[in-house]
């Protein structure tokens, strides 16, 4: 998912906020090791306004994975009529936001256990009850990172992956968009009609949608990979095609650098969202102010709408890739998602607008890290940051793609594709970890990784270096490399382009320690030298000499 502006300034507040508190305990995440849900049967009824869930339940078949003999499934405070349990009728506790069930006997590992919860009321968050851009009753779910929960009763981490079938009642008028398939639409008695939407694939509770309203719905004009729909508010009927345009062109170039696109379909909605966008499988949905966008960082040559929606487009289509198929382990993975979004948005840039695109977006992408660096030291694995939304920072997001370049640059094009590619099919439809990366990348490389892991995710910071060079008149240049970041050394290698009279020369420094000192042969005095010149490397440098 992307922030929006407005989220990014009251992510900057809450963040100051923070600062003046200091001692950070770890975060504790949701994960459990005695079960797991498989699979998730909800049904849900709306009223004629679209106000209120007036009736609905959720089936959790769920898979014992130890020995245990109890069940907590995450609920928020909607009322709860009834629960069974394998079809009977069960007692439980509801405590802490969770449902409490004592099994009747111990479980062991491969039972299966279905918890049936019949719930009603107007949910306080996760599935949006509002009115659309004109006016129209519309019901959005918008879950990350963990309020699905209080319109469905889940396990709620990312880790619990499921697939799930939808069955949506709602008054005839309305249009009903959910992950997955649609198998049927039926019309009740009541004059209302059912959805039903499977999703055959495993995917993050916080990526399960409905979306219910009076949207504009269009089939993409262009050819694309997987079935390709717009849904639009009415009054921007006109607007979808040309504001949707990057969709198809992300959905082939990602299918083609990394795999199959991994869902039934591709929904771009626009409506109810906290964020920019949210990448919900399959059905990504769009801040209502999508096509009515400043442009501030100008318009696209390609596609003729604003930059920034290009990057939003392909950031969320990529997600489908990497966050919704392969999904972080734990919050501390997350970079895995946003960096990666984040990365391979820049990568659709570089193909499809231009070079010179992709190098200002990387370097907006440095300027971002280092302002947030002045802030907060942290790594990009990040065990201690207890608010989940406080992770939607720019260590995730564009530090993380920094990585992913960084790694790219050291192992060339081919090296790091083949890595990507072997990540992601190990990992596909389940979950993934920092370690899982850097594994398919040594095997990918036959490099070992680890201090450029542990440097760059595992500790913070970035090289600030300050460069010194002098020409001693003897065929010899001396350099004298210092870094100056608090912190750990960076033992990554640098380019170095040694501009003379007589032409350009490229060295490659390879630092051994804060202090580096390197004597360089060469016959004609520098006039200049560029530390970095291709942009390879997350750093800052000030060069002086003569
Ligand atoms: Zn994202």
């Known amino acids: 998912m992307r922030p929006s502006l407005r989220l990014c300034v009251f992510a900057l507040i809450l963040l100051l906020g923070l600062l003046s508190s200091t001692a950070l305990a770890a975060r504790v995440e949701r994960l459990i090791d005695t079960w797991r849900p498989t699979h998730y049967l909800v049904n849900i009824t709306l009223n004629d306004q679209l106000s209120e869930i007036t009736s609905a ?15 907590d499934v995450d609920f928020g405070d909607l009322t709860v009529d009834r629960v069974t349990l394998n079809g009977s009728s069960s007692t439980f506790l509801r405590k802490d936001g969770k449902l409490h069930f004592d099994l ?25 009850l509002t009115n659309d851009k004109d006016g129209k009753p519309a019901a959005i779910g918008d879950n990350w990172p963990d309020r699905v929960h209080h319109w469905i009763p889940v396990l709620d981490h990312p880790s619990a992956k499921a697939t799930v079938t939808f069955n949506i009642t709602a008054p005839a008028g309305e249009e009903v968009i959910a992950n997955g398939r649609l198998d049927h639409v039926e019309t009740i ?44 508010p009415l009054s921007e009927r006109e607007l979808a095609q040309k504001g949707f345009s990057p969709a198809s062109p992300s959905v082939e170039f990602f299918a083609d650098k990394v795999a199959a696109y991994p869902y039934e379909k591709l929904a771009l909605i626009v409506g109810a969202t906290r964020y920019g966008g949210m990448e919900n499988s399959g059905a990504i949905v769009f801040t209502s102010s999508l096509f009515n966008r400043n442009s501030t960082a100008g318009m696209s040559k390609t596609y003729g709408v604003p930059f920034g929606n290009v990057t939003l487009i392909a950031h969320e289509i990529a997600h489908q890739w990497f966050g919704d198929s392969v999904t ?62 406080d992770l939607l920072n720019p260590n995730n997001y564009q530090k993380g793609a920094w990585v ?60 600030q270096y300050e460069l010194k060079w002098f020409w001693l008149g003897k065929k010899e240049l001396r350099v004298v490399l210092t870094q100056k970041q608090p912190g750990n050394v960076f033992l990554d290698p640098i380019h170095l382009t040694i501009s003379t009279a007589k032409g350009k020369r490229d060295v490659v420094l390879k630092p051994t320690g804060k202090l580096f000192i390197e004597r360089i042969p060469l016959r004609d005095s520098p006039i200049k030298l560029d530390l970095d010149p291709n942009n390879q490397l997350l750093d800052e440098s000030i060069i002086s000499g003569g």
């Open 57 to 71: 339940s959720a089936r959790i078949y769920l898979t014992i994975i130890k020995p245990t003999r109890e069940i």
């Open 104 to 128: 009747p006997q111990a479980a062991n590992p491969r039972d299966v256990y279905i918890i049936e919860v019949f719930y009603h009321g107007k949910p306080k968050d996760g599935l949006i």
């Open 189 to 232: 008695a009541s004059g209302q009609r059912t959805w039903t939407y499977s999703e055959g694939v495993p995917i993050p509770p916080y990526c399960m949608i409905i979306g219910v309203g009076q949207f504009a719905k269009a089939e993409s004009a262009q050819r694309a990979p997987t079935p390709l729909s717009y849904y639009v």
């Open 328 to 389: 972080e382990s734990t919050w501390s993975d997350l970079w895995l998602s946003e960096g990666f979004a984040t990365y391979f948005a820049g990568l659709f840039v570089q193909r499809y607008e231009s070079e010179e695109a992709f190098q200002r977006y990387m370097r907006d992408a440095s300027a971002s890290v280092f302002a947030y660096e002045k802030k907060k030291r942290v790594p990009i694995f990040d065990r201690d940051t207890e608010s989940l939304m």
């Open 404 to 463: 992913l370049h960084m790694l790219r640059s050291n192992l060339g094009d081919d090296v790091f594709f083949r890595g990507i590619r072997a990540y992601y099919e190990a990992h596909k439809n389940s979950v993934a970890s920092t370690e899982d990366l850097r594994a398919a990348l040594e095997k990918a490389s036959g490099k070992d990784l680890r201090a450029f892991f542990a440097r760059w995710v595992y500790d913070s910071g970035h090289p």
